[in-house]
């Protein structure tokens, strides 16, 4: 069984996000980066495979080479191999023709991709790479369970789907795929036999459909007005009268 | 030249998020100058509806069951399309990347505005969870807009309503062994008003009131990120930086601390009430309106405050 995590480096969730001074760019300054939380259930939920099935697991990501040290810590998490598909992820569309050629050129049976990236929060790039390939998809993927084929648990609104479908599949996952007490963190094993896992680079499409054009931040809110406990009245007038939620 | 718009349906009944992606369509046509085509898998006599939110032209065919495929079909029966319209539900966060990828188009998600220009199409998206807003131009191929739900509001403005039926081959790549939709609940993802609550509430078995307050308000309900992690409510309440990002008119927190995490999936309320213990809780910094105190004691006198104002008005 071969397994494809794609993973997207991004800002800590603790990060400050700031903008270049001319607003048209986010700037990466003093900011940490890691694993996109989805994938890293993604690649916790491709090592429960592994550890009960047998696979190999690749994990891939589109990016310059500031992103490897994101792919040595998958590696040091229990991947086997990575890839850093060398280009500028301009946007969706094009990192995910970049992911679909790197598949047509290797044979995976399962692809997995995290929900969403949180840094530009696109929820695109999943369902792009199963449109491309013509393979299954099921986003916001909340169990997985291969068996042959897979049975796949989705979250949709208002409730949850259950789906069967044959391999190769792709799947959007988020928590709920393994449990946040499963996430692993490197050990120093982990990290030692990560230095001598094969790290390729491969290179990408260019391009790109959009462009950003600027980047604001969200209007600062005005203090907060504190209402006593002992006059929630007074806070129901307000959200009737002032602020008109109720 | 059409504006077309995908109009999402359920048994027949369409979703405060269907009208507002024809109001959406409308708005953007009345900006480029053209008309609005909507597609939906709505009964000829419950899709005519959608005229009084500016529809045009009205078709209504067989779809798939699932969001490829019904992305599929739709890159299919693009026509004359100048732009597409999806609304940002879960089903058309698979619909609207899926088109964009077979009709090689240009896909803004998460949007948060109309656009403000037509050529290119210019609109504002959420990014960095709502720590940032991005200025995108669709700038190569097929405008595609996904718009976050209740991002513009419906708008009530007569379209001619044509009506016609289309054809088109429907597929799906999975087979759909279950669904399970609770009823009668609100959806957070569409609320336009959310009560969530942190551990601060000590156990599952104190959900009660948290339900209680909801239902007076009509609102969903949400948790933080610990709480579903502990398993005292479902995974699909959790709402932050990693859950579901909601943007209702009201967001009232009980007994959750305001970490930048929580606060990212949240910050887009219009109006946020932060009700803690703690008044150096960080979650006064992002809120409207807040009350220091505990809410055992505060929820329950919010329940009856709010059954004496329903009641009066
Ligand atoms: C990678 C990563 C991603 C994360 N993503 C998310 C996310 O998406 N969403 C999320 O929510 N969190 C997320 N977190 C977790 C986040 O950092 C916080 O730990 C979490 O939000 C805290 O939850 P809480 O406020 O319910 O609990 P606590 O921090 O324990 O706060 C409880 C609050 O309740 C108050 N309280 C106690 N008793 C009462 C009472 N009787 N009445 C009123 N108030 C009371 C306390 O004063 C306190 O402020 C993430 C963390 C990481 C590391
Ligand atoms: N640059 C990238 N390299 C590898 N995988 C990516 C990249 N961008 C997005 N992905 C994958 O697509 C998922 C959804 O990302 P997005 O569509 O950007 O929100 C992520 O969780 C990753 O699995």
Same mark, same amino acid.
């Not at chain 2, 005292?232 to 309440?237: G, M, V």
């Given at each position: 069984m071969n397994i494809l995590v794609c993973i997207s480096h991004v800002p800590d969730t603790t990060a400050k996000i700031n903008f270049t001074a001319d607003g048209s760019a986010f700037d990466p300054a003093g900011v940490q980066f890691v694993i996109n939380p989805y994938d890293e259930f993604g690649l916790t939920k491709a090592l429960h495979i592994k550890e009960a099935q047998g696979a190999t697991i690749t994990v891939l990501n589109v990016g310059g080479s500031e992103t490897e040290p994101t792919l040595r810590k998958a590696l040091a998490i229990g991947a086997d191999q990575a890839i850093r598909i060398?280009? %500028?992820? %301009?946007d969706a569309i094009t990192v995910a023709k970049s992911i679909k050629n790197h598949i047509q050129a290797n044979a995976y049976d399962l692809i997995i991709c995290g929900q969403e990236s949180i840094d530009y929060n696109g929820q695109q790039v999943p369902a792009m790479v199963a449109a491309f390939l013509d393979l299954p998809f099921v986003n916001a993927c909340v169990g997985l369970d291969i068996n042959g084929g897979a049975t796949a648990m989705a979250e949709i609104d208002g409730g949850h789907a259950t789906y069967s479908c044959t391999l190769p599949m792709v799947v959007g996952g988020k928590k709920g795929l393994v449990e946040e007490k499963d996430l692993r963190i490197p050990n120093m094993r982990g990290i030692m036999t990560a230095r001598t896992k094969p790290l390729t680079v491969e290179e990408g499409e260019g391009g790109g459909h959009t462009a950003a054009v600027s980047f604001a931040r969200p209007a600062a809110k005005s203090a907060v007005k504190l209402v006593p406990a002992d006059q929630v009245n007074e806070l129901v007038r307000m959200l009737h009268e002032e602020s008109k939620s109720i | 030249m059409m504006i077309v718009v995908f109009v999402e349906s359920w048994n027949n009944q369409f979703k405060k998020a269907s009208f507002e992606a024809v109001s959406y369509a409308r708005s953007w046509a009345n900006t480029a100058g053209c008309g609005v085509r909507a597609i939906t898998s709505a009964s000829a006599e419950n899709a005519n509806q959608l005229a009084q939110y500016g529809a045009d032209e009205i078709a209504t065919l067989e779809l798939a069951k699932t969001g490829a495929g019904i992305g599929a079909q739709l890159a299919g029966l693009l026509g004359d399309a100048q732009g597409v319209v999806v609304a940002g539900t879960a089903m058309g966060k698979i619909i609207a990347p899926t088109l964009a990828a077979l009709s090689n188009g240009a896909l803004s998600t998460n949007t948060t505005n109309t656009p403000t220009s037509t050529n290119p199409v210019i609109v504002e998206r959420g990014a960095f969870s709502s720590k940032g807003i991005e200025t995108i131009s669709l700038n190569n191929g097929l405008p595609i807009i996904s718009f976050v739900p209740n991002a513009i509001g419906i708008k009530e403005e007569v379209g001619a309503g044509a009506m016609s039926t289309a054809e088109s081959e429907r597929s799906d790549m999975l087979n759909v062994d279950e669904v399970s939709v609770a009823s009668g609940k609100v959806a957070l993802p569409e609320a336009e008003i959310v009560v969530s609550a942190g551990r601060g509430l000590k156990g599952p078995e104190n959900w009660g009131m948290i339900e209680e307050l909801a239902d007076v308000l009509g609102a969903a309900t949400a948790c933080s990120k610990p709480v579903s992690d502990i398993g005292?409510?479902?995974?699909?309440?959790h709402v932050g930086q990693t859950g579901i990002q909601v943007n209702p008119n009201l967001y009232i927190a009980i007994g959750? @601390?305001?970490a930048i995490q929580h606060l990212a999936g949240v910050?887009? @309320?219009k109006t946020i009430v932060a009700i803690n213990t703690d008044p150096e809780a960080p979650f006064f910094k992002a809120a409207d309106y807040g009350i220091v105190g505990d809410a055992f004691e505060v929820i329950p006198q919010l329940i009856e405050e709010l059954r004496a104002f329903k009641a009066a008005n």
């Open positions: 060398n280009a %500028t992820p %301009t | 005292w409510r479902p995974h699909s309440e959750i @601390s305001g910050s887009a @309320s």
